[in-house]
């Protein structure tokens, strides 16, 4: 297939747009490298040394004899040069990954706030209108989030994607019908993901565009068969609070001898897949898409669920590490159950990797080889949901906060 990955530079667009062009497809890869320029903007680098994506591309050809192309193009901001290139290239299959991914950076300020909004629902209005006006069948698999559903306990498992409801009629009968899962975003980047999926229901309805959406929990890891084939290779790790996501940041918070940063009680449950079987979760939705006039696929792209505690209490009981529970800078539930039900994925093939301790320690293994490149000042997590959590968030030197929330 020539497959078209938007956002094909970034922590999980890297490793797929490998494993894709490995498997043999054609790849076009459109970024407009903002990932890096937000780096720039925070102050902060991957932990691992990364190359520009066309030396990163020159390594792969080296190594494999395959080419995967760039093309530097902003999804948001250039529409007819996306319509334009759809048109002239027209690909089998879209991936999307081209939206700001992180919540603590679109809960940063009124600024982030916007951007995101911006970014994000443009990305997804403009790829969907240019499939439309181009023709093309190409299918759309876009990469959101778990984040979608909230996390509230409910005593339910979390279906993927639609809820079967019965709805009371004038006549007193009881009609069934499969709606989106109620949204509950718990952040504006998370926000934006609830409003792309209107936007898929539309636009499968309307136009009959093919369109499957992975509902991700949290990746952890950084490698995958791919990325591991030569140094330059090597896949983006954040670690700094606002990219950083929680067991990637527990496990470099091992590594450099830093407390682990637990919000609140760490009662907080929430879904996580490694970033090999994100990557394979994604071949397999391209392998399997809806037909055209078919509902939106969703699919829930996560493999286990951990507390934030636990996580904690694992990697400290492994690495000696010391556990500080600071005040939160979310507003979100202290303690929640989460259960999520991943069928379709496993139906399909996908034999998951589950958290043990081998890979646990590999990924401290890269966080010490790379530790002298953390910006220690960079690791707490400042941004916070409110003016008033703000307030209550304060840090000493080290980044240990002083006060408690209440
Ligand atoms: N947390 C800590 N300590 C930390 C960092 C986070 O206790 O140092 C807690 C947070 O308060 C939160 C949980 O860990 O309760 C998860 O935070 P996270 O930063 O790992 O994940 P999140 O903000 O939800 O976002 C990440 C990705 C996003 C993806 C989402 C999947 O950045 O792109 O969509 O995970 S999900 O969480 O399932 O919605």
């Not at 043999?24 to 890096?36: A, C, K, P, Q």
């Not at 509902?215 to 790790?237: C, D, M, S, Y």
């Not at 929430?270 to 696929?297: M, T, W, Y």
Request: glycine share 8%; hydrophobic share 40%; charged share 20%.
């Amino acid at each position: 297939m020539k497959i078209a990955i938007l956002g094909g530079d970034g922590f999980v667009g890297w490793p797929t747009s490998l494993h894709l062009s490995q498997a043999g497809h054609e790849i076009h890869i459109l970024d407009n490298l903002s990932r890096r320029w937000i780096d720039t903007e925070l102050g902060v680098q991957s932990l691992t040394p990364i190359d520009s994506i066309q030396e990163r591309n020159r390594i792969w050809h080296a190594e494999t004899g395959r080419r995967i192309r760039f093309h530097l193009l902003d999804l948001a901001g250039d529409y007819e040069r996306l319509k334009g290139w759809l048109g002239e290239h027209r690909p089998d299959a879209v991936i999307h990954f081209a939206q700001q991914r992180a919540a603590p950076y679109s809960m940063k300020s009124d600024r982030h706030k916007n951007y995101t909004v911006s970014n994000n629902v443009n990305a997804t209005h403009n790829l969907l209108n240019a499939l439309v006006e181009t023709g093309i069948d190409a299918h759309l698999v876009h990469l959101g989030t778990m984040g979608v559903y909230g996390y509230s306990t409910i005593g339910a498992a979390i279906p993927e994607g639609y809820l079967p409801v019965g709805i009371e009629t004038l006549d007193g009968e009881t009609v069934s019908q499969d709606i989106l899962y109620p949204a509950n975003p718990g952040s504006i980047y998370h926000m934006t993901k609830c409003l792309d999926q209107l936007l898929f229901q539309f636009y499968a309805r309307n136009d009959q565009l093919r369109i499957t959406d992975l509902h991700q929990g949290i990746v952890w890891g950084t490698h995958t068969r791919e990325t591991r084939a030569h140094p330059q290779l090597i896949n983006r790790f954040d670690y700094d609070g606002d990219y950083g996501t929680v067991l990637n940041r527990f496990l470099i918070q091992a590594a450099i001898g830093h407390p682990l940063t637990v919000h609140g009680t760490g009662g907080q449950t929430r879904a996580f897949i490694h970033i090999q079987d994100s990557v394979r979760c994604i071949e397999l939705a391209l392998a399997n898409p809806p037909a055209a006039g078919e509902r939106v696929k969703i699919f829930n792209q996560m493999t286990e669920t951990h507390r934030v505690r636990d996580l904690a209490s694992l990697v400290a009981s492994m690495t000696g590490s010391e556990i500080a529970c600071l005040p939160n800078p979310r507003k979100e539930a202290h303690e929640n159950e989460l259960v999520v039900k991943n069928d379709q994925f496993l139906g399909l093939g996908l034999d998951p990797i589950t958290l043990e301790e081998g890979l646990l320690s590999e990924v401290v293994d890269v966080a010490k080889k790379f530790a002298y490149r953390v910006d220690r000042a960079r690791v707490p997590a400042v941004s916070a949901w409110t003016r008033d959590l703000a307030q209550k968030v304060e840090h000493d030197p080290e980044g240990r906060r002083l006060r408690k929330v209440g």
